[in-house]
């Protein structure tokens, strides 16, 4: 079964300081790939996906994702974190196989960002 | 367009109590999910439907059932409430933009808690 993992569990970063979060999947065939955002008390919104093409996402907010096929990974990165980056970030894959278009999460990593 | 909208937002069971949690998209989205969300474990799938009359098993069915009689409902059923099943629900919806899968779009959750 495809398994997705967030190595970072808690982030503590002040403002200004870049952001990496590191996003592994295990399976080997063609993915697409996404990061979605929850805010405090809010949903999940998408904050970048990959289908195809080039391997460096741009997304909202200022978020950038690139996609290491060999290392199955779809890190975050965010050069200037903001105190409105507070929040819970969850990395999903979906294999383009699987009947449904269904999603496997990540267990996602809360990002504190002191002002 | 409102989008995925749940209700209750947020509600308190006793041990072995039923419920109903509404979902409803006004997107015309085939594809429909459940999730619940537990700290630390992203969020995991627990039934969906890639149609009106189709439904599957996700990866935690055990204690809900769901239905789909119309494209933009999904309600998820629980039948007798136990205290493993305090959790915070999300529905969502997803459909197809320009033959391929798109993002799933996510309600604002429901908060249960089983007593």
């Known amino acids: 079964a495809q398994s997705v993992s967030q190595h970072n569990h808690h982030v503590i970063l002040s403002e200004a300081a870049s952001l990496e979060l590191g996003c592994n999947y295990s399976?080997?065939?063609?993915?697409?790939l996404f990061w979605y955002v929850q805010y405090p008390g809010q949903h999940l919104q998408l904050l970048l996906k990959?289908?195809?093409?080039?391997?460096l996402v741009k997304g909202i907010k200022g978020f950038e994702a690139e996609f290491i096929k060999s290392k199955f990974s779809f890190n975050l990165r965010k050069p200037s974190v903001q105190w409105s980056d507070t929040a819970e970030y969850f990395c999903?894959?979906?294999?383009?196989?699987?009947?449904?278009?269904?999603?496997?999460f990540g267990g996602g990593t809360r990002v504190l960002v002191k002002p | 367009n409102a989008g995925v909208t749940q209700t209750p937002k947020f509600r308190i069971l006793k041990i072995g109590q039923s419920m109903t949690l509404q979902c409803t998209q006004d997107?015309?989205?085939?594809?429909m999910y459940w999730y619940r969300q537990d700290p630390g474990m992203g969020l995991k799938l627990i039934y969906y439907?890639?149609?009106?009359?189709?439904?599957d098993k996700g990866e935690v069915p055990n204690g809900y059932n769901v239905s789909r009689s119309t494209t933009e409902d999904f309600p998820l059923r629980l039948e007798l409430a136990a205290p493993s099943q305090t959790s915070v629900y999300f529905c969502?919806?997803?459909?197809?933009?320009?033959?391929?899968?798109?993002?799933?779009?996510f309600g604002p959750g429901t908060r249960l808690t089983v007593l």
């Open positions: 969502a919806s997803s459909g197809l933009a320009g033959g391929s899968y798109n993002e799933q779009f």
């Open positions: 399976y080997g065939g063609t993915v697409n």
């Open positions: 990959y289908f195809s093409g080039d391997p």
């Open positions: 999903a894959v979906n294999e383009r196989r699987a009947a449904g278009n269904k999603l496997t």
């Open positions: 997107m015309n989205h085939n594809y």
């Open positions: 439907s890639v149609g009106a009359g189709i439904t």
